[in-house]
């Protein structure tokens, strides 16, 4: 099953982002989950909301994989909620840890 993950990443590095998530990512993956990284690396349009730019970008991906992992402090996190009500929405296996 392919999967992406949320998590908060506001005012994170992705240096920050990506040590967070290690740890989820190696249990996902012995447990025979791909994840699809949606670390999201390029820059924002001119003249453009960059949350929302990034946003699109994940639900995006969210049309691209079978399911998504919530991290633990998704629930107060804009993104992360919308996120989880499209895949909610969409049918979208959805995983809280």
């Known amino acids: 099953m392919k999967v992406m993950i949320s998590q908060p990443m506001k005012g994170k590095s992705e240096e920050q982002i990506r040590n967070e998530r290690e740890e989820l ?14 670390i999201f690396a390029e820059e924002t349009p001119k003249n453009c909301d960059e949350a929302l730019f990034y946003l699109s970008k994940s639900i995006e991906a969210i049309g691209k994989v079978d399911g998504v992992v919530f991290m633990a402090g998704w629930e107060y996190a804009r993104g992360c909620t919308i996120e989880h009500e499209v895949a909610m929405k969409y049918g979208k296996f959805v995983m809280e840890v």
């Open 25 to 38: 990512v190696r249990k996902l993956q012995e447990k025979g989950y791909e994840i699809v990284d949606t």
